[in-house]
């Protein structure tokens, strides 16, 4: 009999498990330890039942309270390696459940360019993957050269940026239907540690500056719109700072909403709205999320 290659633990709560410190208890998480021995994994999500979703480092979520019709899965390998070298690239490969800091820490340590960009953006290497996070003009997928993934037709297969589609904050397979990426493979250039760190300080710099960096968040809530920023239209339909109980519109980027500890789900999503038809009256835009709502 093939060993089982993932646990499966009760009640995931929400609140710990997502930056935003928002939501209830999910039925069940699935923990994946090895991807190569996942043939079971189709009949236990069968059996569970539940809407199956993806749990990374929860950064981009907004989980309402109370009990979850969810089944989580999430990928508890964190290693990151630095594999080899040739003709000045070096290759790295990371498990989707490291944290993307790490990540970048270690791509710094070794003095490895290319995804510097990505600094200070929270969450799990496989979330980022998945919808293709990106800032200062790098996206996370413009260094990779494969991906692990596992789908329920043909189990788990190294894959290649050409099998995706790409958009923006947005990634799916081209055949496709649901996809767990369990790690990646990049190529990043050599250069010298110093000036790998020194990048990643002044973007460092500029997120401290002009996003509450540390904050119970989930990112920008909203998607930017084609040619605007949501942050600059929430911010002139006076949205900025604006709160509801324990959740407001940060002071320093109207597109982040803030958690001051005792907000709650329903605030959140009330919040939420209250900016989307603000940003309708004042400007005849229909802003989409960005942030992902659970259930
Ligand atoms: N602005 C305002 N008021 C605000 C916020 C912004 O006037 O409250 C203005 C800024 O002054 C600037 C313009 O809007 O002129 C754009 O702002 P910013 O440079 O902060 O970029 P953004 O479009 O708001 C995007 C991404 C961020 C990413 C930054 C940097 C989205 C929704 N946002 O923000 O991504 O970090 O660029 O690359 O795509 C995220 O996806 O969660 C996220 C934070």
Redesign the pocket.
């Known amino acids: 009999m093939s060993r089982k290659g993932f646990s499966i633990l009760p009640g995931p709560v929400l609140a710990r498990r997502t930056t935003m410190g928002l939501g209830g208890a999910a039925l069940v998480e699935i923990r994946v330890e090895d991807p190569l021995c996942l043939d079971d994994l189709p009949d236990a999500l069968r059996n569970l039942g539940g809407r199956v979703e993806t749990l990374g480092g929860g950064s981009n979520i907004i989980a309402a309270d109370g009990e979850l019709p969810l089944t989580l899965i999430s990928v508890a390998g964190k290693e990151i390696r630095v594999e080899s070298e040739a003709r000045g690239r070096v290759a790295v490969r990371a498990e989707a459940g490291a944290r993307l800091p790490a990540l970048l820490n270690a791509l710094a340590k070794a003095g490895l360019s290319g995804l510097e960009g990505l600094s200070g953006i929270p969450g799990s290497v496989g979330g980022a993957l998945a919808m293709n996070a990106g800032?200062?003009g790098v996206e996370v997928w413009s260094a990779v050269t494969s991906v692990q993934v596992f789908t329920l037709g043909r189990g788990t297969l190294e894959m290649y940026p050409e099998d995706f589609a790409f958009g923006y904050?947005n990634c799916a397979l081209k055949t496709g239907g649901p996809f767990l990426i369990t790690a990646a493979s990049f190529s990043l250039a050599t250069t010298e540690s110093g000036a790998v760190r020194a990048r990643m300080r002044e973007i460092m710099l500029r997120k401290r500056a002009?996003?509450p960096v540390g904050e119970k968040s989930a990112?920008?809530v909203?998607?930017?719109p084609a040619g605007a920023?949501?942050?600059?239209l929430?911010?002139e339909a006076g949205l900025?700072g604006k709160g509801l109980g324990g959740m407001s519109y940060s002071e320093l980027?109207?597109?982040f909403m803030i958690n001051n500890g005792h907000g709650t789900s329903d605030e959140a999503l009330e919040l939420l709205e209250l900016g989307r038809d603000a940003v309708w009256a004042r400007h005849g835009i229909r802003l989409e999320n960005?942030v992902r709502i659970w259930p």
């Open positions: 800032s200062y904050r002009t996003q990112g920008c909203f998607k930017n920023s949501a942050g600059k929430l911010d900025k980027h109207a597109n960005e």
